[in-house]
């Protein structure tokens, strides 16, 4: 008798710290769940895609913007919608340094979904997941590309311009800089080759090629690099004058084969030396990015199934979880320091 109450006790104190164990993660927040929002907004991830759908039907060109978005976002203090903050007198955020301002764009798109997830759930949505949100229906809009994302990231409140120079990788970068960028991130080389495949639709303004790419290589003014195709080389000197600068509004496509759909013809590009930018093309120039590059343009699905494991891997950078950050109201400013804003986030996440 005393025997079976003691591990009837035994038992329901192996039970609750189990329950415990399994609510942990709730309860301290860390990691993301897909379907965060089932019950707090269930319209939260629709009505993303509609603004998005809207979008991309006016100007196909934020699908793009949409997915350089949400890396820029999460390669700088990781993914908490800080790429969204506007600059004012007092800071220089990161959309004003000079991998975001003037090339990084879609904007619009984030804040014309927060409005719809703000009419329909009141302080419930962050930034931050709207943009992975909106990358994956970028995806999907220009390559028929969908994954489910996981969410529960909380908005961050600091943003600083030099910090995208110290995280994201520019394209002169060769491909043990781009492996390195990548793990400073924990990502691998596979998920580097991988990720760049979003360089398979979008542009890039003149400025990024006309030093070193098609003009001044190794600091011969009319030389170009010889790993670009000589008639590709022509081409591109043909809309990019040597002058231009990244300010310059004039762009060139990433992918020349299929420019507007995602795909894996980007690396089929750089198989046969079409690549636009030193960095796209420095992935053959290593035995390890090489293969990876090699076995992507030779199976589509093989790409698309690594590549929608890399976007939530992407996702998943130094997220804010549970009580940390805040929702914001406006994904442009921080909420006002009330504290108010944290009380009834921190509620909210308590209900589960
Ligand atoms: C591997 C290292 C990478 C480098 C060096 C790099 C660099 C760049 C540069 C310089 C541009 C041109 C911006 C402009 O002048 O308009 C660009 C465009 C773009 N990048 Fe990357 N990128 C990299 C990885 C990625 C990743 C991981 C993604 C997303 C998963 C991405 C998505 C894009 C997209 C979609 C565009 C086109 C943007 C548009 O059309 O507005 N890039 N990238
Ligand atoms: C939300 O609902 C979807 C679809 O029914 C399900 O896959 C997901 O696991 C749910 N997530 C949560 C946290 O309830
Ligand atoms: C449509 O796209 C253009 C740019 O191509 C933009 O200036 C305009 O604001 C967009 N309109 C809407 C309603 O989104
Ligand atoms: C400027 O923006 C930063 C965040 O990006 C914020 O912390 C700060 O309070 C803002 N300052 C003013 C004067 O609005
Ligand atoms: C939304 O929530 C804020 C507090 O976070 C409150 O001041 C405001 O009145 C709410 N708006 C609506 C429409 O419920
Ligand atoms: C989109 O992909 C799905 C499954 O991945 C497929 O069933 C469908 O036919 C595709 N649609 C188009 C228009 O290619
Ligand atoms: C940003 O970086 C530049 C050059 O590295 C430096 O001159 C400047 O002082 C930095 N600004 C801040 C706010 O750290
Ligand atoms: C890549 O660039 C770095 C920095 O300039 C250099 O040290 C390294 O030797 C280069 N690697 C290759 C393989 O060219
Ligand atoms: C990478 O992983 C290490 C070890 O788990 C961790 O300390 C670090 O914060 C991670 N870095 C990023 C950028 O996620
Ligand atoms: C050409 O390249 C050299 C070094 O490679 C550099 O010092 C110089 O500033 C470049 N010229 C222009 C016009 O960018
Ligand atoms: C610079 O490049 C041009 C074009 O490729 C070439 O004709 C010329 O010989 C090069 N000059 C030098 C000093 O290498
Ligand atoms: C660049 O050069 C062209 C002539 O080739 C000239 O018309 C243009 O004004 C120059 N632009 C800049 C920014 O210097
Ligand atoms: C392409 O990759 C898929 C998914 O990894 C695999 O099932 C398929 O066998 C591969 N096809 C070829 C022709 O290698």
Redesign the pocket.
């Given at each position: 008798m005393a025997f079976s109450a003691c591990s009837m006790l035994k038992l329901i104190t192996m039970v609750s710290m189990a329950l415990l164990l399994l609510l942990l993660p709730y309860v301290h927040g860390q990691g993301l769940t897909v379907g965060f929002y089932n019950n707090t907004c269930p319209n939260a991830e629709s009505l993303v895609q509609q603004a998005v759908a809207k979008a991309f039907a006016n100007d196909s060109t934020v699908a793009p913007g949409l997915i350089r978005l949400f890396f820029h976002d999460c390669f700088v203090r990781g993914c908490d919608g800080s790429v969204l903050l506007d600059s004012n007198s007092t800071n220089s955020a990161e959309k004003d340094g000079p991998p975001n301002n003037p090339s990084l764009h879609g904007f619009e798109v984030i804040d014309s979904a927060k409005s719809a997830v703000e009419a329909a759930c009141n302080a419930t949505v962050s930034c931050a997941d709207i943009v992975a949100f909106a990358a994956r229906d970028a995806a999907a809009l220009a390559g028929n590309i969908t994954w489910a994302v996981p969410s529960g990231r909380r908005d961050g409140s600091v943003s600083i311009a030099n910090e995208t120079l110290a995280n994201l990788p520019p394209s002169n970068f060769n491909a043990s800089q781009l492996i390195q960028n990548f793990a400073n991130k924990n990502l691998t080389l596979d998920e580097m080759v991988t990720l760049s495949g979003a360089h398979s639709i979008g542009v890039a303004h003149c400025g990024v090629i006309t030093n070193g790419r098609i003009y001044n290589f190794s600091g011969n003014a009319s030389a170009f690099d010889p790993t670009l195709s000589s008639s590709y080389a022509d081409l591109l000197r043909n809309k990019c004058?040597?002058?231009?600068?990244l300010s310059?509004p004039i762009t060139v496509g990433l992918d020349i084969i299929t420019p507007n759909v995602l795909d894996n013809r980007y690396y089929t590009g750089l198989q046969l030396n079409l690549a636009l930018m030193t960095s796209d093309q420095a992935l053959m120039t290593n035995v390890n990015t090489s293969a990876e590059v090699n076995s992507n343009a030779n199976n589509q699905t093989a790409w698309v199934e690594k590549f929608k494991k890399a976007m939530v891997r992407m996702g998943n950078i130094e997220v804010l979880t549970g009580t940390q950050g805040e929702i914001r109201k406006n994904c442009r400013v921080v909420n006002s320091g009330s504290g108010i804003g944290l009380v009834v986030d921190s509620i909210v996440s308590h209900e589960y």
């Open positions: 004058p040597s002058n231009s600068t310059t």
